[in-house]
Every structure is written in C-alpha cells, then in structure tokens.
C-alpha cells in the first residue's frame, strides 16, 4: 500500500507585519508631537520677521544713499551751469562795450580823400619811373660789386724780349699739357705760316709725324734774320712752355727735335771747338709753366 503523504505547513507572516507597520506609524507620530511641543514658534515667527525688516532696512539705506549721491550731482551741475552763465553773462558785457568802442572810432574816422585828378595822376606816374629807375640802378650797382668780388681767372703773361733785336732769337711758343702740345699763335709769323691765326693742338704721341709740327721745325732751322746781329742766323727758336704735367710728354716731344737735329746736323752747325767737336745751334728751348693759368702772349 502506498504512503499516504503528509500535508506541508505553512506559516504566514502577514499579521506580523502588520503589526510592526503599526507600532511604527504610532512612533513617528508620538516623536513628531514631541518635537512640535519642545520648539518654540513664536520666537521663529519673530526671528524671520526681523530677518525680513532688516533686509528691508538695508534696501532702504541703500535708496537713501542713491538719492544723495544723485543730490549731489544734481548740485554739481548747477553751480556749473551757473559758472557758464555768469562767464557768458561777462563775455556778453565785454562783447558790448567793445561794440560801443568800435562804433565810436568809426565816428572819428576821417573821410576818405577825394579821387586824384589828372595832375596827380600824372605826379603819381612819374613817381613810379623814378622808382623803377632807382631799383634798376641799384640792380647794376649790385651786379658790379658782385662781379668784383669774383675771384679773377689767373693769366700768364709771356713777354717777347726784344723780338729779335739785339741778337736775342724770337721764340715760338709751344705749350705742352698732359697730352697735347699748343702752337700759340703770335703776331710775327703764324699767321704766314699756318694761314690762321687759331691755335693747333696737336697730340703728343702725332707730334713726330704731324705737319704742321714739322712745318714748324723746318721754318725754325731754314729762317734767317735779314738785319740786326742775327743777320744771315737764324732768328726764331721753338720754346716749350711746360706745364707741371706735361713734363713726361716734354720728353717725348724733345726726342722728336732732337732727332730732327740729328738729321740736319750739318745745317745746324755754327762754330768749332778746339778740340775739333762741332757747335750746334739748338731749334728749340723751354720754360716751365704753372698749373693753372691763361697764357697771354705781349
């Protein structure tokens, strides 16, 4: 036969919990009484409403305080705007009495003069020339004592010595620069010469193979003098006028006469000495020059 089971059983727990839901309601209850009973409201009541008056009475204070300080700037201002009327009251007065002042010169003030007639007219014309005469004059006398005040252009005056007489050749200027070499033309036989009555410049490196410079030199070694104690001699002589940079073109230029010299040695004979070497007379002599400076032949 077969076990008859047995019934399980159970327990519930639901009255329980009911009642502890209860007892603890009840306690809440009983403490929230008994801290309601032990706290004083009146004194809270007062405490807020003196929180709340002070804080009114700082917001006051604080209108209090906005409405002085705009007081105070509203007098500011009108002592300002009274300071610029009473300035615009006196600038009003001085402005007044400089008008009267006006008005009484303008009372004392002369008429004007009657417009010219011709004869003024006329006077007042010739006044005028007078004027510009004077400023004209005083103009040229201005240019003048400017002109005099310039620093003149330094000249060179060369002087002919007796111009052959006296046994004295005349010369034949040749001034020498840097690199040119100047026959200067004189009055006795340039012009004849050369048929002008310019100066030739020559170059100092043509100076061997030019003609006009060999014209010179032929004229110089074939001229004789017709009176006086070069008659029959020659009379003329090239002389080189240097300037202090022309020295080493002198050099060049002088090689040229001297072999011109060489090669008419014969013709340039004019004596012995005793030891049997020939004289020769020389076609060309020289003078040193200043560095600045027109030359004026006299």
């Given at each position: 036969m ?22 603890i309601?009840?306690?809440i ?18 405490q ?76 007042l ?13 005083m ?31 005349r ?28 100066p ?56 040229v ?8 040695e ?14 020769l ?18």
């Amino acid at each position: 036969m077969a076990r008859r089971q047995k019934k399980k059983q159970e327990v519930s727990l639901f009255p329980f919990l009911d009642i502890l839901a209860c007892v603890i309601g009840n306690l809440i209850l009983i403490i929230t009484a008994v801290v309601l009973e032990s706290v004083d409201s009146d004194k809270l009541a007062e405490q807020f409403a003196n929180e709340a008056v002070q804080q009114q009475t700082e917001q006051n204070l604080q209108a209090i305080r906005e409405l002085e300080e705009s007081l105070k700037k509203l007098k500011q201002d009108s002592i300002s705007s009274d300071a610029r009327v009473q300035k615009a009251q006196q600038q009003l007065v001085e402005a007044e009495r400089a008008q009267r002042e006006a008005q009484g010169r303008l009372l004392n003030v002369p008429p004007p003069p009657p417009p010219p007639d011709d004869e003024d007219t006329a006077e007042l014309k010739k006044r005028e020339l007078e004027i510009k005469e004077i400023l004209a004059e005083m103009k040229r006398i201005e240019a003048k004592i400017a002109d005099k005040k310039k620093k003149p252009d330094q000249t060179i005056s060369v002087l002919y010595e007796n111009k052959g007489r006296g046994g004295v050749r005349r010369p034949f200027f040749v001034e020498i620069t840097k690199n040119d070499l100047v026959l200067l033309p004189n009055a006795l036989d340039y012009e004849n010469l050369f048929d002008s009555e310019d100066p030739i410049k020559i170059p100092v490196a043509k100076a061997g193979s030019d003609k006009s410079f060999t014209k010179l030199l032929d004229y110089v070694l074939t001229h004789l003098g017709k009176t006086g104690l070069l008659r029959r001699r020659r009379d003329t002589i090239i002389t080189f006028l240097i300037r202090p940079e022309g020295v080493d073109s002198y050099r060049l230029v002088k090689k040229v006469v001297d072999q011109y010299e060489k090669k008419n040695e014969n013709r340039l004979v004019v004596g012995m000495l005793p030891n049997g070497a020939p004289v020769l007379d020389a076609l060309s002599g020289k003078a040193p020059l200043p560095g600045d400076g027109k030359i004026l032949l006299d």
